[in-house]
DNA sequence: AAAATTTGTCCGAAATTTCGGGAATTTTTA
DNA sequence: TAAAAATTCCCGAAATTTCGGACAAATTTT
């Protein structure tokens, strides 16, 4: 599960004290004092949560939040905010914000909602890579002949027999359960030399 | 997104009106007035979530959320408590309760957490299905003679040409670019009748 | 109902693949 | 360094695959 939260907040004081309950928490909080200073940690997959105050100098949170959605639609963002500023923060939440805390909030309460959060985007990004590695192994061949798919199906199995054997045509041929020779034969019609497939570790 | 939640609230004006809540917002509520009465709703891969009242005469919410885990270790329960109990709910966090609401609790904050539980379990449900997928295609074949890995191709290749050709072999040839008889030798090599191809919608 | 098209099967020649044997060369092992 | 093992190539016979032609049966179109 991911740990990253990445803190904006300007006051000092409260954000070395965040810093210091993530920290008992075993969590990694990524201290700024701001939208400009935090704006580079900001991208798309970033492997963590956004845990930002509603109301600064220079930026609002409602930056932060429309940032993240640019760089990453389902970056989680939690909202620090004032009693009186309950309302906006709600409004936030339509906006896409995953939560708000109200200050000064328990460090349970903080910490539960960043576990929430934490676990979420854990889930979005193990989503997101498995759906990578679906779209490759599904991108065999959808066209071709018949024998230009049968080919290059045979080459991937040669090769992976043959990574399988360290590069040795012999033990990769009694893997595929041919002769040595056949495999030669095969390799000769694919351009495969078997020395490509030596050493996989170090050299 | 999933839209189920599992009402377990023994107090009928509460649940009414939180039945009531949801529907407003579109939610899907399934109301039950106990443990008892809920338990056959919970099970794996159940598209939703629990929320249910920490508090009840026959079974607590505990006895709820152990039980969920059983049937589902990723199915988020949510636990309504009053305010002295909050400390119970703390508890039941840590044991993997999903969140908890203080009663009375205001409509915005149960929609709020709901909506967070609903999209987790959705990620959840997303991930199972597509780790399936990706388990199904990637079971190809790892072992076995290099004619039979590529015979098992082949027979997908030609099965999967014929499903796209309604079972028409002539056209099924074409598309894969061989003759028509190349197929049909082929095909009687595999044992594939060309009928049960035919006719995928309607009879 | 007749005509046209498609299906499924058989045949046989040409092309390709398989595979054992052999042998020169390189690499690994002892 | 000597012996053992593996690589890479060539050959040729046996087995398999490809593919066009032909044709009866089944289906669809007209």
């Known amino acids: 599960m991911f740990k990253k939260v990445l803190i904006i907040e300007d006051d000092a004081m409260l954000r070395s004290s965040i810093v210091q309950t993530l920290e008992l928490e075993d969590l990694e909080p990524i201290p700024t004092n701001g939208f400009t200073q935090a704006r580079r940690s900001i991208r798309h997959n970033f492997r963590g949560v956004i845990l930002s105050d509603i109301k600064m100098p220079d930026h609002d949170g409602f930056d932060v939040l429309r940032f993240a959605q640019t760089k990453d639609e389902e970056l989680p963002v939690i909202l620090l905010t004032g009693h009186s500023d309950v309302p906006t923060a709600k409004r936030a939440i339509k906006e896409g914000a995953y939560d708000y805390l109200e200050k000064p909030c328990a460090p349970d309460t903080m910490i539960e909602a960043l576990h929430r959060a934490l676990k979420q985007r854990t889930l979005i990004m193990e989503n997101r890579e498995v759906r990578d590695e679906l779209e490759q192994t599904n991108s065999d061949q959808t066209e071709g002949t018949l024998s230009e798919r049968l080919e290059m199906h045979e080459r991937r199995i040669i090769e992976e027999a043959l990574s399988d054997a360290d590069g040795k045509v012999a ?30 570790t170090g050299n």
């Not at 595929?176 to 056949?182: F, Q, S, V």
């Open 171 to 200: 033990i990769a041929a009694e893997a595929l359960g041919i002769p040595r020779n056949t495999l030669y034969d095969r390799m000769g019609k694919f351009n495969i030399v078997a020395k490509a497939f030596r050493k996989p």
